[in-house]
Structure formats: structure tokens, C-alpha cells
């Protein structure tokens, strides 16, 4: 359907995502990154897949009207409990599209990082794609 996006990939990515921009959107002044495992045996997964994800991004309206297009790549830091307690911005889009996936990921649950038997605070980096058709 004309004017409505679609994500054409949401797939973690969970190390090898080059430094872009680092624009931080939400993010708490409590997070250390060093506290957060970058892998794990078993990493963390929104619960309901990729589509509970993709169920709550918004194509901003701003966006769509202006023909914004692009993929952002998402930092998001995930506690023992599966909760997403911060979130970046490692490489934009443009900032309202940005805001959109940042908005999206911190909305959603993960399964918990398990590491050596136990729930770890993990890093994950979700790619997400704004495309109008």
C-alpha cells in the first residue's frame, strides 16, 4: 500500500555494527555499557519475535509526507529481567525516524541474556528499516 512503510529487515545484529552516529535519544545517565555483555549464550529476544518490534514502530507522519527513508540501528541495553532500561542511537537515519525506532525498541519486553546458568544484562543492536512504497 502507497504511503505505508514497511521494515524490510529487523534482525539483531549482535556485534560488528560500526561507530556511527552516536546521538543518544533516552538514554538513562545510569548506564554503563561496561556492565553489559555484548554476547551470550543465549542472547535476548523481544518477546512475540521480531514482529512485536515491528508492531510498534510508527512511520512518522513528518517523515512520510517529507519521502524520509532510511535504516537505524539501535543500541539497546537489556537487564536480567528482559526489561530495555536504555537505548541509542549507534547509526541514524534522521532524527525523526531516530525517535521512532528508539520509541519502539524501549516499548518492547525481551527474553533475558542467559550466561554460565544465569540472566546476564546484555547489549543488542536491532536494525530497523523505514520504507515507503
Known sequence: ???????????????GCEKGDTTDV?????????????????????????SAIQEKVVYPQEAKTGGIQGKVHVLAFIDE????????????????????????????????GFNKGKNVKVQVTVPISFKLH
Open 26 to 50: 533516552n538514554q538513562p545517565d545510569s548506564i554503563n555499557k561496561d556492565d553489559y555483555e555484548i554476547m551470550a549464550e543465549k542472547m535476548p529476544m523481544p518477546v512475540g519475535g521480531l
Open 1 to 15: 500500500m502507497k504511503g505505508i512503510f514497511s521494515l524490510i529487515m529487523l534482525l539483531f545484529i549482535f556485534s
Open 81 to 112: 529481567t528482559g526489561d530495555v532500561v536504555g537505548a541509542e542511537i549507534i547509526k541514524g537515519a534522521h532524527p525523526l525516524l531516530d525517535s521512532a525506532a528508539i520509541s519502539a525498541v524501549r516499548k518492547v519486553k525481551f527474553t533475558p
